[in-house]
């Protein structure tokens, strides 16, 4: 490898040839509001509060007559609403208690 090299062979070393030729223009990109996308309206979104439908079998007595308690809680966590469901039934003289379901409304 040489170790004096020119002006012009250093630049065409780091550069790359050079082409004088000019580019060819760009095509006119912009856009036009004919051309734009129109998206539908939206509905606006219906505001829903969290809640959980409990579903427990009760009873007074052991293996007595069993009623289905419903209760709803305000709140997205399962735990908590079968705590809630357990202390409400509670509140209304139920002693044993089964869950059946706990669903989303």
Not at 86 to 101: G, I, Q
């Amino acid at each position: 490898m040489k170790e004096n090299l020119s002006e012009d062979e250093m630049r065409e070393a780091l550069f790359g040839t050079q082409n004088n030729e000019i580019a060819p223009a760009a095509e006119d990109l912009r856009v036009t509001s004919d051309q734009q996308h129109v998206s539908k309206a939206r509905r606006a979104p219906t505001s829903r509060s969290p809640k959980l439908r409990v579903t427990l079998r009760v009873t007074s007595q052991f293996e007595g007559k069993a009623e289905t308690l419903v209760y709803e809680a305000n709140t997205l966590s399962r735990l908590i609403a079968e705590q809630e469901a357990k202390t409400e039934a509670k509140k209304r003289k139920f002693k044993y208690f089964e869950l059946v379901s706990i669903e989303s409304v």
